[in-house]
């Protein structure tokens, strides 16, 4: 079964805007990480943020993470036409096991 | 290529048949994993590997599912008599259990079973 829900199930936006998915997830983790999927694609990891951490940027990418809420965000800033697929958040409860997904956010940027 | 990488990337068969698909890991990657995807959903795992070592299975896993990874380097997962329903993509990916838990993926093989 999924960990956890994401939020919106879909996202559509004009190129040059932010785009914002939100995760949460139901049992204690050690990390939580973002992954890519291209449309038929495999999944491309984007970036991890541990446990102990609350903010994390890659790029034109900014996670935050807030285990008291099991919740997590996932924020492109000035999307591009690129930038559409569908964003997974996936947790491990221990370093090295089974990722646990949510069923993801579909974003789609219109140039 | 130092990447993930899968084959076959797409099987078409029919209900009743046995389906073998191969996945090799990056190099040095002491773990691998596999996850069936259906879809507009997440993927959802299905079992892994620490070296030849089979650690975990899914419930997800059906006797009909085997996996294997002789010598720790390629695996293979077999689906015997398929059934329609197991229909989905089938990815793999691998880590290097040193510390490090970013699972790297491959692009996967799309079942189709008629």
């Known amino acids: 079964s999924q960990q956890g829900e994401e939020d919106p199930q879909a996202l559509s936006i004009q190129e040059g805007e932010n785009a914002t998915m939100n995760c949460s997830y139901k049992t204690s983790i050690n990390n939580l990480q973002w992954y890519r999927q291209n449309s038929g694609r495999g999944l491309v990891h984007l970036i991890l943020?541990?446990?102990?951490?609350r903010e994390k940027h890659s790029g034109r990418l900014r996670v935050t993470l807030d285990t008291s809420k099991k919740s997590s965000s996932l924020l492109i800033t000035a999307s591009r036409a690129a930038d559409t697929a569908s964003y997974f958040c996936?947790?491990?409860?221990?370093?090295?096991?089974?990722?646990?997904f949510g069923g993801g956010t579909r974003v789609l940027v219109k140039p | 290529d130092t990447g993930v990488s899968q084959n076959p990337r797409h099987k078409i068969t029919k209900r009743g048949q046995n389906v073998t698909f191969r996945c090799d890991p990056i190099?040095?990657?002491?773990?691998l994993y596999w996850y069936r995807q259906t879809l507009g959903q997440g993927p959802e795992f299905l079992t892994y590997?620490?070296?030849?070592?089979?650690?975990?299975k899914s419930r997800l896993l059906s006797d009909r599912f085997s996996a294997e990874r002789p010598k720790g380097s390629f695996s293979t997962l077999e689906i015997q008599r398929t059934e329609q329903g197991d229909s989905a993509m089938y990815l793999c990916a691998s880590s290097l259990f040193v510390g490090g838990e970013t699972q790297y993926f491959g692009p996967g093989t799309r079942l189709l079973v008629l």
């Open positions: 996936a947790t491990i409860k221990a370093a090295g096991n089974k990722l646990t």
């Open positions: 943020i541990r446990s102990n951490e």
């Open positions: 590997f620490q070296n030849e070592a089979q650690l975990e």
């Open positions: 190099s040095e990657h002491n773990r």
